[in-house]
């Protein structure tokens, strides 16, 4: 079984910081990319950032210059660095990992349970 899990959120003001971290674990092949989303209060889940196995990332508009992500292949992890963050940052983070596990020899998406980032003005 696979197992995508994120930590890192919490409460920070405006213009603070903010490092998520998600770890995919278990019986995995190979992992294409990683990214995260967002959904907050009454919006649907949105893309904030992503990154292949080689390097290549894609940023929302929105984050493009605040937000790096980054990723260990090593340790099948992902970090979110966040700064200057923004009121209109808050949401749950969710974490998305584009992979083949061992047992189903197929591509498909496992998502964690999210965490939430808040941040006050």
């Known amino acids: 079984q696979v197992q995508v899990v994120e930590s890192g959120g919490g409460l920070v003001q405006a213009g603070g910081s903010l490092r998520l971290s998600c770890a995919a674990s278990?019986?995995?092949?190979?992992?294409?990319?990683m990214g995260w989303y967002r959904q907050g209060p009454g919006e649907q889940r949105e893309l904030v950032a992503s990154i292949t196995s080689s390097g290549d990332t894609n940023y929302a508009d929105s984050v493009k210059g605040r937000f790096t992500i980054s990723r260990d292949n090593a340790k099948n992890t992902v970090y979110l660095q966040m700064n200057s963050l923004k009121p209109e940052d808050t949401a749950v983070y969710y974490c998305?990992?584009?992979?083949?596990?061992?047992?189903?020899?197929?591509?498909?998406?496992?998502w964690g349970k999210g965490t939430l980032v808040t941040v006050s003005s």
């Open positions: 998305k990992a584009a992979l083949i596990a061992t047992l189903t020899k197929a591509p498909q998406d496992y």
């Open positions: 278990g019986r995995i092949f190979g992992i294409y990319a």
